[in-house]
């Protein structure tokens, strides 16, 4: 069904609306993440705090992330299953961490 029209959330096919396909809202999709890259980019290379341009960086980037969300949203993915890798994510995230510190104090200890 690649490319067929399918209604965004909150969307019903009708006469006076024009849905977007799957495949236009996959491209919105690109674009958001790439926007969102670059607003976290600058909150890093300018500060959180600091306008760059005409906005204060992290302002930009709560922007482009409701603008990803809502482009995400509009896929109706399985709401229950994007939960459960979004919690994960930070989980195996915080795990790393821990193991790349505690590699790193045994290496520490063993060369010292």
């Not at 019903?12 to 993440?33: A, Q």
């Not at 992330?65 to 896929?75: E, I, R, S």
């Not at 994510?89 to 821990?98: G, M, N, T």
């Not at 590699?103 to 060369?111: L, M, S, T, W």
């Amino acid at each position: 069904m690649k490319g067929s029209a399918m209604p965004t959330q909150g969307e019903k096919n009708s006469g006076d609306k024009m849905s977007l396909t799957r495949d236009e809202i996959l491209v919105l999709l690109i674009e958001e993440c790439g926007e969102v890259i670059q607003a976290a980019t600058k909150c890093l290379r300018f500060g959180w705090d600091n306008q760059h341009d005409y906005r204060i960086n992290h302002e930009s980037l709560a922007k482009e992330m409701g603008d990803l969300l809502g482009a995400a949203d509009a896929l109706l993915l399985k709401q229950e299953t994007v939960q459960i890798f979004r919690e994960m994510k930070i989980c195996k995230a915080e795990r790393v961490k821990r193991e790349v510190a505690a590699h790193e104090r045994k290496r520490d200890a063993d060369a010292g």
